[in-house]
């Protein structure tokens, strides 16, 4: 039996596992075709190229000292090729803010524990999600490196794809949900029309449940994206607080305490802060 065939077959077990985690039913995709134009691409999340329209997101990553010049200079976006910048605006916004303020030397130690460098997101703008899951399937024995290619990061290349899952699961869905946001719970199946999920909804579910196999939760980058992954609370009727708030924590110990991430926790959770600051001294 071959790489490839071995591949398949442990996708479908990551998928089989995840099954239950989705919605606590069984997937079953609609036959009715409906015609969503961006259904059948991945997100562009993660691509180089930048959307004219779209300055701010860049400009939220950073927030510049404009008192003092030589933390503009400092700034871990400096030197960065612009068709990088809004992909790292991007993992910041879906990484609970992680990003912001820090300078050049920090994100390299960030880079040393598995976070994205450009070389990474190169690999992952240059395969869609079903063909990422099945290269990290047998890329694994060498984790946190990657067998093909010493130079790639397999946390961030297992967490970027999760998160491009499910940035391309949230452009769908507001398609029939125009205000659904990023962090709020997955419309449940009664919520859909006719109580069921569009054709393209139930594509969109099986690349997380392809994507999210590959994600461990050995580094910080991976709980960060699998907390994100809680926050869509597809099988339960709360928000999954007291999950994301603990898989932030175990993310904020391993980084050594992170400002960002408890300036999040205490804007989103704030009753959880404590909790928060517990599980991450533990």
Known sequence: MNKVIISIIVVSLSGALLLKVLDGEPIIRDTQSETIS????????????????????????VKYNTSNPSTNSNDFLSG??????????QVNERLFGI?????????QKLMEKGFPSTSDFDFVSRHDIKELSIILSYNGSTYPSFDDDSSLSYPA????????ALANL????????????????FPKRRDWPDGERPAQIVEALMKIVSAGGFVRDDSAIELLAQARFKQFAFNTDDNNADIVVEMLAKA???LGGNEN??????QHYPKKQEDFERLSSE
Do not use: C, H, M, W
Request: glycine share 2%.
């Open 252 to 254: 904020n110990k391993l």
């Open 157 to 164: 290349l297992s967490s970027l794809n999760l998160l491009k």
């Open 38 to 61: 961006s259904s059948s691409e991945d997100s562009e999340v993660f691509s180089q190229k930048i959307p004219t329209n779209t300055p701010t997101s860049i400009e939220k990553l």
């Open 99 to 107: 990003l912001e303020n820090i300078s050049k030397q920090e994100y």
């Open 261 to 266: 991430l408890s300036n999040y926790v205490i």
């Open 170 to 185: 949230e452009e769908i869905t507001r398609y029939y949900f125009p205000e659904y946001q990023q962090g709020t719970p």
């Open 80 to 89: 960065t090729p612009e068709e990088y910048r809004e992909a790292y605006a």
